[in-house]
């Protein structure tokens, strides 16, 4: 199954028989003061230098989030989303809870986008899907509804079930739903990996769609952090998860074994490549003798 995004220029295709497509993370204020200050003040710097470097760090999309506590999202959503597109060419995954927000960003974006995100719950259900049928894009299912995120992974499938369902009856193609089956933290739920797992699994198996996670969340409060994340995301791409949210510069390296390991990289290309790039990057950043 294959989920295509664009942007105006270029196209990424999402799929098992695909290397990993790796969606950038760091456009989101969460626990980041100065991007959040930015937002606010209707600075787009921050964004575009952020755009910058996940791409040249070798991110396939990007996700754009300017959920900031107290602002209104639905002037600075579109705004950012124009910056990234001004700097960058990729896709975009715009990110927000608030539908006004995402149809102005939607309004403004050349190309068909994934949208971040629909949930299980009735309001999301009947705000977003309308939006994602409009516009013709992609959209990212939460695997929650109105009793918020199930420990178990029955409850889990049933709601990605209920998500691509509802879906399809409107008439959205079913490869242009992307399942999230949600990580969270291993430091407060012991059987949060095995769980993930099991979810991912079994709605591969019945649903064949593509999946992403927001891979980071599995470690937050442990150390050693990117140990956890690696481990997790080899275990998650492995399972079914086809464009994990990342942060490209630290986990790219672990991503691109996984791929060759899961014989996506043909002959080794891929990860050769970027081992000779590190290694002549190393080079260039020594101090001659």
Known sequence: METRITSATKEVIISDERPTVLIGERINPAGKKKLAESLKAGNMDIVRKEAIEQVQAGADVLDVNVTVFGMDETP??????????????????????????????????????????????????????????????????LTQDDNGIPKDAATRIAIAEKIVNRAVQMGIPKEDVVIDCLALAIGADPMSCVTALQTIREIKARLGVNMTLGASNISFGMPDRIYINACYLAMTIAAGVTCPVVDVAKVRPYILATDLLLARDKRARRYIQAWRERTAAQQAAQPKQ
């Open 76 to 141: 600075i959503l579109p705004a950012a989303v124009k910056a990234v597109m001004e700097v960058t060419d990729v896709p975009l995954c715009i990110d927000s809870a608030n539908p006004d927000a995402l149809r102005a960003a939607l309004k403004v974006y050349k190309g068909k986008p994934l949208i971040n995100s629909v949930s299980g719950e009735e309001r999301s259900l009947e705000r977003v899907l309308p939006l994602v049928k409009e516009y013709g894009a992609a959209v990212v299912g």
